[in-house]
């Protein structure tokens, strides 16, 4: 049976064998390693990776799985080893789950509109004798959300606060002809039980570092920040902190309370709300997020920590200007989420 080996990016060798029909993401599985992953039907893109040694076989995925970044690479759903393989992959061993994760029932307990095409979610887990009530997450994680009936999954980033009534709560943009996108929109209600599964990521704050931080969400990516940003009003945090959060128009910057609740309770938070293509009547920043974080870096005087979330363009913008800027990459933490 060929033997597969995984590179992290921090360094470390993992070996485990997978049969020839066997996709790399489920012999992983079968031997305690679990990777990044979500769809495992080649259309999400969470589990790409590189190979580095080896011959394999890919069955089908949709071309949009990889950015054009990632054209080189390959989704571990998808593929299949034809000989002993070694597989370079895009992230710390930290990120590899050692245990299973948890699924658990919840049920929707509001839904509500959240700005133009977005709604906001609240599930509350179902009791359950062994796991208890809490919701315990570290903010900047997601759950995984089944439609109901059906295997489709999807991630969705928490933008509350850990809690012991098992109460989740997101910010989920809809998306034209999505699957969860139209569940939510056309059949959802109250009192709906869903499957979860997680906590899951490593969208987390470095809560060790004493340097500045930029917060940027680019449209959904904003509801991780927010749970962040909620965490440290919770801990009184007096470190500098600047928020950035990217739309396309004035009316999806959803979540405006929130923002002004956290500036009272962070007096020093500074905020941009980007709008990259504003009404005429827009006094804020014009342009996208990764412009807006050109503008805070040119009025900082030290280099700060950088957590982004947001889609794939965001990402690469974003990245762009940290690497011209000389920021070191393990300064920087991102997210996609599309
Ligand atoms: C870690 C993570 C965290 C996330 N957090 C959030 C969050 O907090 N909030 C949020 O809103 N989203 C979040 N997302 C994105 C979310 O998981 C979903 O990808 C998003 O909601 C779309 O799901 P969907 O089922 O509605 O659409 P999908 O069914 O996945 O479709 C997505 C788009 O592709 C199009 N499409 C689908 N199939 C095809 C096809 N065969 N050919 C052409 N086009 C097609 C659809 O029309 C739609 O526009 C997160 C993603 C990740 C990975």
């Not at 709906?192 to 906590?199: C, S, V």
């Not at 987390?204 to 009003?233: K, Y």
């Not at 005429?280 to 805070?296: E, L, N, P, R, S």
């Amino acid at each position: 049976m060929p033997e597969i080996t995984l590179l992290t990016r921090d360094g470390a060798h993992l070996e485990f064998a997978c049969a020839q029909d066997e996709n790399i993401l489920d012999a992983a599985a079968a031997a305690g390693l679990f990777l990044p992953s979500m769809c495992r039907e080649g259309s999400c893109g969470l589990c790409h990776a590189y190979v580095a040694e080896g011959a394999y076989e890919m069955g089908s995925f949709s071309k949009d799985a990889l950015s054009d970044a990632d054209q080189a690479g390959v989704l571990l759903c998808r593929c299949e080893p034809r000989s002993d393989l070694t597989v370079q992959l895009p992230y710390p061993q930290a990120d590899i789950q050692r245990h299973e994760i948890i699924s658990r029932e919840a049920v929707i307990e509001n839904l509500a509109p959240a700005g133009a095409g977005a709604m906001a979610v609240t599930l509350r887990y179902t009791p359950h004798e062994s796991f208890g009530q809490a919701a315990d997450f570290v903010p900047g994680q997601y759950m995984e959300l089944a439609i109901p009936g059906t295997n489709i999954r999807r991630a969705y980033s928490m933008a509350n606060l850990p809690n012991w009534d098992g109460r989740f709560e997101f910010l989920i943009r809809l998306q034209k002809n999505g699957a969860f996108s139209t569940y939510l929109a056309e059949q959802a209600k109250i009192g709906d039980m869903l499957i979860t599964r997680g906590p899951l990521g490593q969208f987390v704050l470095d809560d060790a570092s004493m340097r500045p931080r930029c917060l940027i969400g680019g449209g959904c990516g904003f509801a991780p920040v927010l749970s962040m940003l909620r965490h440290l009003a919770d801990f009184q945090d007096t470190q500098p902190t600047h928020l950035i959060f990217g739309a396309n128009r004035e009316e999806e910057l959803f979540a405006a309370g929130d923002i002004d609740s956290l500036r009272s309770a962070l007096p020093q938070l500074g905020v941009t709300l980007a709008v990259w293509r504003p009404e005429a009547a827009w006094t804020g920043f014009t342009g996208t997020a990764a412009d807006a974080f050109v503008q805070y870096l040119e009025t900082s005087t030290q280099t700060p920590d950088v957590y982004v979330c947001g889609p794939p363009r965001l990402l690469e913008a974003v990245l762009a200007v940290a690497h011209e800027r000389n920021i070191p990459p393990e300064r920087i933490i991102a997210e996609r989420v599309l």
